[in-house]
Each structure stands twice: as structure tokens, then as C-alpha cells.
């Protein structure tokens, strides 16, 4: 089931990538690398690891119930005993004190066999569904990881980028500024000219450092999933195909969510724990029948014979019997009545929460399914808005420069395009997020889908280089810009 073969898919998955170092990356740096890492070390799958290894414990308890229970006992025991007697004639009996030392040893064994037990069954049975649901929240939290990896991987990416576009920005609007310092000095321009250069310049400066803490803070985020330190990271090419969901039917992706989501198929074992344990909670108004067999050995002493501290039987004794215990509950102070409710409240309770389960899945998994298409269109907008600012930019500067624009006109085009180019990276990496969301929903998550993405990561990714595509770059490069001023 998918519940059990989703932990050997990782595995083999990963085994998978070191074997084919031609076709994706592989490298310390990478995705699948960084998913390995936290696959070793991360504390939230140890423990979820551990509560099923633990919950997995409740089946051969439960079954234990049903199974005979063979118990071994002995006794030793030593009596002395001292009595004051009377004088009598009539009876022979002369005053004087009587003692008497006696000791006794008995060894017993019992053996019980369960023959009705319908409480004892609906238990084992709980047991199992209550296992099934642990299996299937551990399936979901190796497929959080997955998807865990996945964005704090292109999380510190897509920061990144944003530093390398803030710093871009900067450099722009830093030469913008050092040009219109050389037209005041000429007297091309007047001084605000200049001062609104310098504001813009000044706040993209800000920007930078706050795209530099963000990097940061996406770093240490990878830390705490995988506990090592990373500096850098391979970064996604800008050849990722970028393609709407197959199939692009929002209903065919819901039906599968509603089969395969794992988290609602632990809510299913869940209701089914629920109703087993209901079943057990009624069990108790039934009987009970058990076999009974005990044996005993001891001397004879210790069964109580005639003529205690005198051997006239032969020792040992030895005692044999064998029956039918049958109990029948009557009436237990309202303690079984008052279980039957909480059961059928828990079941209620449980039924609701897979309902709501079902809708939030439902939900998110046409969320999903929309966003990747708006992804595709974003990215192919974003990336057309970045050449037609490249242009207007272009343009505005030489109107700049004839005086037919203001200084503002230039700054404005500025922005927008390095805004064009912060929304086109967010939609790439939305786009790579959405998708491996919308399997997670679904429920067919798995390392490959790490393992298809790592062909597309470039090992030596520099982010001033490489946060656009080649072609939309070039103009706006960080190897195009000056050093900046301090």
C-alpha cells in the first residue's frame, strides 16, 4: 500500500541520484543533497519515526488478550505456634505449654485461555486501524519533508536573487545619481534633480540590506531542517520547462486528492479506530468465558490435610483441576454506560475532522491547480515586462538627457523594472513550490520529483550572473556595474 512503500521509494530514490551524476546534480550544494541531509538529521521525522515505531507496539498488546496467560507461583511457609494448656483430668491433658513447628512449601501453576472476548477483539482490531493511521502520518510527514526541503531550499534561492536584483538596483540608480551629479556640475539639471536621485538611490541601498539579512535568515532556515551550515547553493537554470499541470483538469487532480492524500487517509483509519473502539466500549455489557487449568504440588502442609505436622499421606501432594469461567457483568456503577457515550462523541468527533479534512484537501488542491496555471502565465507576462522596461528605460534615459523627461521619469522606469524582474524570479519559484504543493495534495509527492528538478540546477550559479536569463541580463548584469561608493 502507499502508506508502506512511500519510505522505501525515498531511499531508493536517493540511491538512484548518486548513481546517475551525468543527469542531475549531486553535488554538497545541491537540492537532493540538502534533502539527504535532513532525511539523516531531521528531528521532526525522528520523532514522527519513533511514535510509529512505539504506536506499531499497541498490535501485539492488544492481541495478547486473546492469547493464554501461563503463570508460575510458589510459597514457603513456616508456623510456629505455642499454647497455654490447663490441666484435665477428664481429658487426660496435664498443665504445661504445648509447641508446635510446622513449614510448608507449594509450587502452582495457572493457565487462563480466552474463549469470548468480544472486548479483548475490538481492541486488537482498534489496534490495527490506530496503526494504520500512525503509518499513514508518518508517509505524510516524509512527504512534508520533501516538501520542507523544497522550500527552504528555493527559499535561500529566491533571496538570493533578490539580493542580486536589490544590488543590480543599487548599482543603477548609483550611476543614475553619479550622472546627475555631473549634469548639476555642468548646469544641465537644477539641485532636485539630484536630491531625488540620491533619495532613490539611498532607499535601494536600504533594500540591499534587507535582501542581505533575508539571505540570512533563508539560510539558517536550512540549518535548522538539515543541521549543517550552507554558503552557497546550486540555483535553478532558467531552461525549466514551465508548463500547466498534467492533466489540466482541476477535477481529475481533486479525485485523486480525495483517494491518495495521506492526511486523509489518516483521517479514514481514524474513524475506523473510532468505531472499532466503540464496538469494544459496547463489549463490555457482554460475558465473558475463559478456560481455566491449575496445577499444584506441595507437601501436606500446605493444602491443609488432617493432622497438621503429621505425615500420614504421602508427600508430595500433588492437585489438578480444570474448567469454564464464565462472568457476566451486571452492573458496573455506569462505568461501561459512560464509555459507550464518550466512544460515540469520540466517533462524532472524528467523522467531523475527516469531513473538514476532506474540504480543506479539496480546497487546496484546486488552489494548487489554479496557481500553477497563473504561474505559467505570470512568468511568460514577467518575463515579456522585463524586456519592455529594458526598452522604455533606454528610451526615457535619452529623452533624459535632450530634456524632453524628468530625472523622475527615469527613476520610475528604474523601478519598475527591477520590480518586473523581483516578480518574475517569485513567479519561477512559485511555479516550482505550486507543483510539488499540488502532488503533495495529491498525495503522489516523492523524492523524484527532487530528483527531475536537480537536472536543472547549475553547480556553479552565481546570483549577480545568473538571476536572469541571458538574453533579458546582459543590460542589467551585475559585471555591467561600477564598484559602489561607500
Not at 104 to 128: G, V
Not at 405 to 427: C, G, K, P
Amino acid at each position: 500500500m502507499l502508506r508502506i512503500v512511500l519510505f522505501s521509494t525515498l531511499s531508493c530514490a536517493c540511491s538512484l541520484v548518486m548513481a546517475q551524476p551525468a543527469e542531475s546534480s549531486t553535488t554538497q550544494n545541491g537540492l537532493v543533497a540538502v534533502y539527504q541531509e535532513a532525511l539523516n538529521n531531521n528531528s521532526d521525522l525522528a520523532a514522527e519515526r519513533a511514535g510509529l515505531a512505539a504506536q506499531r507496539e499497541a498490535i501485539p498488546q492488544a492481541r495478547a488478550g486473546l492469547l493464554p496467560q501461563l503463570s508460575l507461583g510458589a510459597q514457603v511457609n513456616d508456623t510456629h505456634m505455642s499454647l497455654g494448656l490447663k490441666q484435665n483430668d477428664t481429658l487426660g491433658i496435664a498443665e504445661g505449654r504445648y509447641k508446635s513447628d510446622r513449614s510448608s512449601q507449594m509450587i502452582q501453576a495457572n493457565l487462563s485461555q480466552p474463549l469470548f472476548r468480544a472486548d479483548r477483539w475490538f481492541q486488537l482490531q482498534a489496534a490495527k486501524a490506530g496503526t494504520e493511521q500512525a503509518e499513514y502520518q508518518f508517509s505524510a510527514a516524509q512527504q512534508n519533508l520533501i516538501l520542507q526541503t523544497a522550500e527552504g531550499y528555493f527559499s535561500a534561492l529566491r533571496a538570493q536573487d533578490a539580493l542580486a536584483t536589490a544590488r543590480a538596483e543599487e548599482a543603477a540608480l548609483f550611476r543614475q545619481l553619479d550622472q546627475t551629479r555631473e549634469r548639476f556640475k555642468v548646469g544641465l539639471t537644477d539641485e532636485t534633480d539630484v536630491l531625488q536621485a540620491q533619495a532613490s538611490y539611498d532607499t535601494a541601498k536600504a533594500n540591499s540590506s534587507l535582501a542581505s539579512r533575508n539571505v540570512q535568515d533563508a539560510f539558517q532556515g536550512l540549518v535548522r531542517l538539515t543541521n549543517r551550515e550552507y554558503n552557497a547553493l546550486e540555483g535553478i537554470r532558467h531552461d525549466l520547462p514551465i508548463l500547466p499541470p498534467m492533466p489540466n483538469d482541476a477535477k481529475a487532480w481533486v479525485d485523486r486528492a480525495v483517494a491518495q492524500n495521506l492526511q486523509l487517509l489518516a483521517s479514514n483509519s481514524a474513524v475506523d479506530t473510532a468505531q472499532e473502539t466503540l464496538r469494544q466500549r459496547k463489549a463490555g455489557h457482554l460475558p465473558t468465558v475463559d478456560a481455566v487449568a491449575r496445577y499444584q504440588r506441595g507437601d501436606n502442609d500446605a493444602f491443609n490435610l488432617p493432622n497438621p505436622g503429621v505425615d500420614i499421606f504421602d508427600s508430595p501432594v500433588s492437585q489438578r483441576s480444570v474448567g469454564v469461567q464464565i462472568n457476566v457483568p451486571l452492573y458496573t456503577g455506569g462505568l461501561t454506560s459512560s464509555q459507550i457515550r464518550e466512544a460515540y462523541q469520540r466517533l462524532d468527533q472524528s467523522e467531523q475532522q475527516r469531513e473538514s479534512m476532506r474540504r480543506e484537501v479539496v480546497q487546496n488542491t484546486r488552489n494548487y491547480h489554479r496557481a500553477i496555471n497563473t504561474d505559467v502565465e505570470q512568468i511568460a507576462a514577467r518575463k515579456q515586462n522585463i524586456a519592455s522596461s529594458q526598452r522604455a528605460l533606454e528610451a526615457t534615459q535619452i529623452a533624459y538627457q535632450v530634456g524632453t523627461r524628468s530625472i523622475v521619469d527615469v527613476l520610475d522606469i528604474q523601478r519598475q523594472l527591477y520590480n518586473a524582474v523581483r516578480e518574475y524570479n517569485n513567479a519561477r519559484y512559485d511555479y516550482i513550490l505550486d507543483n510539488l504543493r499540488l502532488k503533495q495534495s495529491a498525495g503522489i509527492l516523492s523524492p523524484n520529483d527532487l530528483l527531475e528538478l536537480s537536472r536543472y540546477l547549475k553547480p556553479d550559479y552565481d546570483p549577480d550572473r545568473d538571476f536572469l536569463p541571458p538574453d533579458l541580463a546582459k543590460p542589467i548584469s551585475m559585471t555591467q556595474r561600477p564598484s559602489l561608493r561607500p
